[in-house]
């Protein structure tokens, strides 16, 4: 139980298009899921806590009109990156709480 | 929120167990604390969660004290395939604050 699932695991895209990345929780529902970005040899950073049916709430720092985050359902979760740049490479990661947190594998995102 | 302090890395062999200790001197009362495991390029893999006294799963237990101002993981009889971050946290997973601050975690090498 508990399995949460990204798609895609891995994606190349061209400076300056958007990418989106799904989360979907497969066996439970979530009122919650939240996204994180993680750098070579470094911890996680939450970028932004997912509520279904509201507005995500964002981290100090985090650009909200960047990084788009859409909770349409009590199992997907959406995250686009708009306008993407070089710097935005990285390891974007998804959890979705139920007890605790179950993450996602994944999607490494590589801005060219 | 409460901060852990955790060894950056550990050594071990297989067959083996293993023990990683947390420290997390200003948990709160409502404060669960949570281990998980990474893999690279992998999203973090629930271990063992608990509250107090001693926890123990298919895979792990989980030490915490009387005080709760630290917690133990243990690993027994440990193989290469262990080799991994482990992470520890501390967080009120039910309530309205969910968010989980992580550290660094500690690098576990397993030798042959």
């Known amino acids: 139980g508990a399995v949460v699932s990204q798609h895609p695991s891995w994606v190349i895209c061209k400076s300056g298009t958007s990418v989106k990345i799904e989360c979907r929780s497969l066996?439970?529902?979530?009122?919650?899921m939240f996204w994180y970005r993680q750098f070579p040899k470094q911890s996680l950073m939450l970028m932004a806590t997912s509520n279904e049916g509201s507005k995500a709430t964002y981290e100090q720092g985090v650009e909200k009109d960047k990084f788009l985050i859409n909770h349409a359902s009590l199992t997907l979760s959406t995250l686009t990156v708009t306008s993407a740049h070089p710097e935005d490479s990285s390891f974007y990661i998804c959890s979705a709480l139920a007890q605790t947190q179950y993450f996602g594998p994944g999607t490494r995102l590589l801005v060219l | 929120l409460a901060k852990t302090t955790q060894p950056i890395s550990m050594d071990s062999y297989e067959g083996q167990e293993v023990n990683i200790t947390c420290s997390h001197n200003n948990i709160a009362t409502n404060d669960y604390i949570t281990w998980y495991q990474q893999f690279p390029s992998q999203g973090p893999r629930f271990i063992i969660q608990g509250y107090k006294t001693k926890v123990t799963n298919e895979v792990a237990s989980l030490f915490i004290p009387a005080d709760r101002k630290s917690s133990t993981l243990s690993l027994p009889r440990v193989s290469l395939s262990d080799t991994a971050v482990y992470y520890c946290?501390?967080?009120?997973?039910?309530?309205?604050?969910?968010?989980?601050?992580w550290g660094l975690g500690t690098s576990l090498a397993v030798n042959p």
């Open positions: 066996d439970f529902q979530a009122t919650t």
């Open positions: 946290l501390v967080g009120d997973h039910a309530g309205n604050n969910r968010k989980l601050i």
